[in-house]
């Protein structure tokens, strides 16, 4: 039997693997390797969700950023991107749509845009467990203080994203400009977990400059902070960036990812991104055909929407909108897979190895 076999076996008994181990079962992965970990992850992600897919309606508020990551097409610096901003009414419109549509868990996206002080915030968050009070809310929106995390929490938020984009400072020092650091990043992912967010983490695959022990560092991470949510998705290039002219992540390495994290962590919750089916036709069943159980279409007004590009190309129809729902739906039962419309919380796992 092969060595990364023998390691992919060691994974799946153990959830857990040292840096180095995690390093070859990447750099060295084989088709067996690969059928066996995607394999397990299938039975792991039906041992706790079954066939269920569940669907968040994602709102992306404000493409209005302080920030100036060097990957990403909404940073601060670039001039040609056309901004905007929802106001909390609009935002409320979109929950309606999407409540109509079946929508249980709302995420609220957007760039650290200064327009957004806690004080709306909780307002808005308030407005929305007020009318649908059977419905999760979801927060993306970057860096904030632990008094502000805190806020947003008791105002009635439940989840929050905040990608640690890559576990490795050097990459991380490589992909962001100096004010930014890897540091404050993991502290605001410890507070959010302190707080009692259910707490995502995640990273782009194929990003510059990464390479198998970057992604082992991912892995360990991951292992050690035990995330409820993960989102992991191909570096795509975005033609207002210095990485223009980089290489965009493959979906087969990104699939490999997804069906490793599901047998770290069985219970997370794990989403077949956007990136994902931009780059490859099937990309959204490929990614639940790893492991995924969750897919988060688009509840944007129709004519923001082109203008929140993180990267090029991204796609916004079909599965990835609400419009799209029945698409999706038929995409997921073609590949034996039901769409869900609760709320979709993570299950407790109770067998004593429990991660989350
Ligand atoms: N390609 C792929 N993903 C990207 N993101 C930002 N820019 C890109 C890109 N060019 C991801 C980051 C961020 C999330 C919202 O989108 O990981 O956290």
Redesign the pocket.
Known sequence: MSKTLLLAEKLYKNRSLSLEEYEELISCRTPESVQYITKKALEERHKYYGNSVFIRGLIEISNICKNN?Y???IRGANKNCERYRLTPDEILDCCKDGYDSGFRTFVL?GGEDAFFTDDILCELIKSIKALYPDCAVTL?LGERSKESYKRLYDAGADRYLL?H?TADEGLYNRLHPENMQLKTRLDCLKNLKEIGFQTGC???VGAPFQTPLHLARDLKFIEEFKPHMC?I??????KD?I?KDEKQGSAELTCYLLSIIRLICPNVLLPSTT?LDTIDPKGCEKGILSGANVVMPNLSPANVRAKYT??NNKKSTEVQSAEGLKILKKRMENIGYKVTCDRGDVIKISDGKSKI
């Open positions: 990551c990957y990403c097409g996206q993306s990608r984009e995640g990273f782009m989102g998705g191909p570096f795509i290039p975005h960036t990485f990136a993180l990267y």
